[in-house]
């Protein structure tokens, strides 16, 4: 089982950046796809960006042009790089991950963004 460990959450005024990290850890896989989810308050889930193995990225809308995800595949980890940040990016992000081999999608346990000035 794949194990995640996101860090680098916290509060941030407008316009400031973040940098999310999240680890995945464990023994014998392999990650297909690694991503970001957040979820606001009062709000479902919803997907902010996605990477591939082979470095092919998909981003929301309303994040194009802010948020840079990248990943190290043999260190099995995924950034997320946060820039000119607005009061509703405020969420919890989620890291997730897709192995190989293995049904249905691996959730960290959350980092908590907030933009406030």
């Known amino acids: 089982q794949v194990q995640l460990v996101e860090s680098g959450g916290g509060l941030v005024q407008p316009g400031g950046s973040l940098r999310l990290s999240c680890a995945a850890s464990g023994s014998g896989f392999r990650i297909s796809v690694m991503g970001w989810y957040r979820q606001a308050p009062g709000k479902q889930r919803e997907l902010v960006a996605i990477i591939t193995s082979g470095g092919s990225t998909a981003y929301a809308d309303s994040v194009k042009g802010r948020f840079t995800i990248s990943r190290d595949n043999a260190n099995n980890m995924v950034w997320l790089e946060m820039n000119s940040l607005k009061p509703e990016d405020t969420a919890v992000y989620y890291c997730?991950?897709?192995?190989?081999?293995?049904?249905?999608?691996?959730w960290g346990q959350g980092t908590q963004v907030t933009v406030s000035s």
């Open positions: 997730v991950t897709i192995t190989y081999g293995v049904i249905g999608p691996n």
